[in-house]
Nanobody, 123 residues
């Protein structure tokens, strides 16, 4: 089991950028593949991106491909989501999550979750 804490959310205008971070503790970070998910009001939680244990491989949802970049630093137990060219439809609570498997885009495959960080994109 690993504990996850996200940060970096906020309010940004359309076209702007934000960088989300997720710090892990309580487990061997490099033994987990990591993912980012998001949930907008009145919508199901959806997959955003995931990254393999060493960071060699990444997978993105079509809706964010080319705009978002997931990365990790195993020395710092951190996974990051760089979000560029933000759109109002990116507004959601963003969660990082940990899994033993890669790639995984189903939230049921993730055992450990952070508390979430709000991202709001104004038009």
């Amino acid at each position: 089991q690993v504990q996850l804490v996200e940060s970096g959310g906020g309010l940004v205008q359309a076209g702007g950028s934000l960088r989300l971070s997720c710090v892990a503790s309580g487990g061997t970070f490099s033994s987990y593949a990591m993912g980012w998910f998001r949930q907008a009001p009145r919508k199901e939680r959806e997959f955003v991106a995931c990254i393999s244990w060493s960071g060699t491989h990444t997978t993105y949802a079509d809706s964010v491909k080319g705009r978002f970049t997931i990365s990790r630093d195993n020395a710092k137990n951190t996974v990051t989501l760089q979000m560029n060219s933000l759109k109002p439809e990116d507004t959601a609570v963003y969660y990082c999550a940990a899994t033993r498997y890669y790639p995984r885009d189903n939230d049921k495959d993730y055992a450990d979750w952070g508390q979430g960080t709000q991202v709001t994109v104004s038009s």
